[in-house]
């Protein structure tokens, strides 16, 4: 990816998660000249993605705009990574798997396609093609109406999929997390599937990067009590980190890999009171 693209795509994520968002401090977070900055928020506004403001820019969309995967999939790739492997950690051989849709979800899938004796069930078509080679792994597919930019299957054969399937482990993406609205998703559709995927689990597991934190998007999906982990890349603000730790909700952050290798799951910044 552009040097460009690859600050747009900052630009973009910093937007969904700070509205507004003002040019010099862009500048000085990529290291880049204001002018520079102003020239990424021209072509944004042309594309209809940001409106600029005195100063920087703001959001040209509401709660239920839903960014492209394309884009998501390339925003902060590294700690999505990260979020994945320790995720991927969580999960035992025998073990069966839920796996929603979604950029980090799917980095999680891409790790546990390597492995064996586990059983999956997932409404993602990405993910689906992660196992078609995989013989050691039982893999079904929830069906449903096809929701072709997202390659998600919603509709009710998808909720009933899950209405009738009780798993050990669900690994559970979503568009934003907040202390008071609690989880939500861009889409109403698959906002649907995902409680049904929720009540279907012994175990939820939300994985998802920061940017996440303190958002709102359209669709409610579940109460912040309706989940077991997250697992993500910095440790929440503190409104949600209360939240977390009021609902019993443990919190891990995963590293990113270094020159060293990979660093261990930060137990000093988790919250480890696990709900029975």
Partial sequence: MSAAKSRKAHILERISAEDPISVANLAETLGVSEMTIRRDLADLEREGLVKRVHGGAISSFGRSYEP?????????????????????????????????VGSTVYEVARLLSRRRGLTIITPSVRVLSLFLKNRDVRTIVSGGVLRTGEESL????????????????????????DAENGLSEYNWDDALVKRAMIRSAKQVIVVAD???????????????????????????????????????????????????????????????????
């Fill in 210 to 276: 920061s940017s996440k934190f303190g958002g709102t998007a359209f669709a409610r999906i579940a109460d912040i009590g309706d989940i077991h982990a997250v697992v993500t890349d910095q440790p929440p603000p503190e409104a949600l980190a209360r939240a977390f730790a009021a609902r019993r909700v443990r919190v891990v952050i995963a590293k990113e890999m270094s020159s060293r290798g990979l660093a261990p799951i930060d137990e000093a910044k988790c919250a480890m009171n696990e709900r029975t």
């Fill in 68 to 100: 492209p995967y394309a884009l998501r999939h390339v925003r902060s790739t590294a700690a999505k990574q990260a979020i994945a492997r320790a995720a991927a950690e969580m999960v035992m051989e025998g073990d069966s798997v839920a796996l929603d």
């Fill in 154 to 177: 919603v509709g009710d054969l998808a909720c009933h999929a899950f209405r009738d399937l009780f798993v050990d482990k669900l690994f559970l993406g979503l568009g934003g997390i």
